[in-house]
């Protein structure tokens, strides 16, 4: 092995909108991996809103990338190299394994993956992380049940869609709130969804009124910000909401705007609930069967936004908070 | 019977504290009861921090008083005259009487109690609606385990005063957060509490993080603002929040201050529930007789803050606002 791995380093911590000169491109060879250890080719990277977070100080659900590290994220690969005997030389591995195009990995938290069940950039998605928060956060968080109306924002988001045709499947009726008439357009005509509201040129307020008529049972959150604030004027009694993350505010440069409604949890005896989907653990694998199984039936549809190479992940990442993918953003950063 | 009755109306929807151009004083003749009616002559009325929502525009858990209506108060009294069979004259009675010397009933909501044991002005606190909200907010909301960190704001007030003791008897760790060093001593050394935050004099975040060395586990909140965002700093893992009040924000001019740092809840893997004790209508009574058990064992005491004289109602209400009351806030109206 004579290769170079390239990879993106934090170079300083954000103020609002991660520039360019937040991050420092390196290079350095390739190492071969020690005993315990594989060495993985990184094919595909997983672009997520939770990354932002991940690069500010302080105490969060995962401790913050240290400046000079190489930019946490998740990604798929093909191993090169294993003196890991859990792995050979040709498998196709899901991990953590970061910006850059070659990881060495103890092992841990890296799972093998099969290419002729679903295309790799699937298991970063629908069948990955995304996925799974979708699944546990509805699920257990929001506990639908037959008919009750379900609202999901970020909806053509890589874990708002699985929301809305998981809420679909459920039997409930199912609004998403998205940016623009692309994507509201693929929400209703291709995924199921009975309605979607375009936040940018709707009343969100009006339109769940619309969209809504007899409240609203679940809310699974994305955003926070306005649109947090917008359908808790709209709960039903006994209403769940599920905050699993709140996009609109990850880049404030001011404090976050909290959601000046909240007592609309007292008047309708309502929850607002967080969740991290790492809790879950335990049950990933019968998560991602069923899910599976569904997407085999032709029942959970799945997109993916690929962007090619490595060297525009900077730019390619801010695509997420112009709201500018539809369906999970993967970073492709080498040919399989 | 010839007696007058005078009632405070609101007048207008008041803008920020209520002024006293926003009530009405008016009277009229008593008149007898119909059929099915019974005549209460009010003793003393319950002065609540709920009062306030019920004077403003607009949906809510509960119709708005109207514009010339007497004002929604709940109170205790006795039976003058009755052609209702379940009641007789000289019956001691707790009920919805309103901001008035009589009131006419047709029984609905109308409770008998009983003075020899407890003082009528403890049916309106500890053994009424702020000690029923005490409980079922604290013990099937709030769930806590012995051990856990139970922090409570307001805490010197009608609800808290209870939540504190019966957190305390329930085997956890409680903090008190009031205004003014009188309240807080009468916390710890009266009441039991293991500390209070003077929210006045003291940083609340760095009292939270003395006091709260493992985080908190449940924080019963009655007050909002600036001290529910300082709470959501310290919650510990899998923290629940028990949304009673939010007194802070009642006389706002302005919107509502939402709870900026609501992304705890993420991190920690908590919740925030709101709460309205009329939801446990069927179970007050088991509820009330186990608080009279614990009264009776002297485990959970009670306090009232009684001023005398219906005329003081607009300034006495007030008193709430401006956390001049410790204990239950109560009017008399008449002697017994």
């Known amino acids: 092995m004579n290769a170079t791995n390239h990879q993106f380093r934090l170079a300083a911590r954000p103020v609002g909108m991660p520039k360019r000169a937040d991050w420092n491109y390196t290079e350095e060879p390739v190492r071969e991996p020690a005993d315990g250890e594989l060495l993985v080719k990184v094919l595909y990277l997983s672009l997520d809103p939770a990354m932002r977070g991940w690069m500010n100080e302080g105490k969060s659900y995962i401790p913050p990338v240290g400046i000079g590290e190489v930019m946490r994220a998740g990604g798929a690969g093909r191993v090169v190299s294993s003196k890991h005997p859990g792995f050979v030389a040709g498998d196709y591995v899901i991990g953590?394994?970061?910006?850059?195009?070659?990881?060495?990995?103890?092992?841990?938290?890296?799972?093998?993956?099969?290419?002729?069940?679903?295309?790799?950039p699937v298991y970063l998605g629908t069948l990955g992380m995304p996925g799974l928060t979708?699944?546990?956060?509805?699920?257990?968080?929001?506990?639908?049940?037959?008919?009750?109306?379900?609202?999901?924002?970020?909806?053509?988001?890589?874990?708002?869609?699985?929301?809305?045709?998981?809420?679909?499947?459920?039997?409930?009726?199912?609004?998403?709130?998205?940016?623009?008439?692309?994507?509201?357009?693929?929400?209703?005509?291709?995924?199921?969804?009975?309605?979607?509201?375009?936040y940018k040129s709707e009343d969100v307020k009006a339109a769940l009124r619309t969209h809504c008529p007899k409240g609203v049972d679940v809310y699974f959150d994305n955003v926070g910000g306005d649109i947090l604030d917008a359908v808790l004027t709209r709960l039903a009694r006994g209403a769940r909401i599920v905050i699993c993350g709140a996009i609109s505010q990850y880049n404030n440069t001011g404090p976050v705007k909290g959601p000046a409604n909240y007592m609309s949890l007292l008047v309708n005896r309502a929850s607002m609930t967080g969740m991290v989907v790492f809790d879950y653990a335990a049950r990933y694998g019968e998560a991602a069967r069923e899910m599976a199984g569904w997407m085999a039936a032709g029942k959970l549809k799945s997109r993916e936004d690929i962007v090619e190479g490595l060297e525009t992940f900077p730019d390619t990442l801010l695509k997420l908070f112009k709201g500018e993918n539809t369906g999970k953003l993967v970073l492709k950063v080498a040919g399989e």
Chains 1, 2 share one sequence.
């Open 96 to 120: 953590h394994f970061g910006v850059q195009e070659y990881a060495l990995s103890d092992g841990k938290d890296v799972a093998k993956v099969d290419p002729k069940v679903a295309p790799l």
């Open 134 to 198: 979708a699944y546990f956060g509805l699920l257990d968080i929001g506990k639908p049940n037959p008919g009750d109306t379900v609202v999901v924002s970020g909806a053509a988001g890589a874990v708002g869609t699985v929301v809305g045709q998981i809420a679909k499947l459920k039997g409930c009726r199912v609004v998403g709130i998205a940016g623009g008439a692309d994507k509201c357009r693929y929400l209703v005509d291709e995924l199921g969804f009975d309605a979607a509201i375009d």
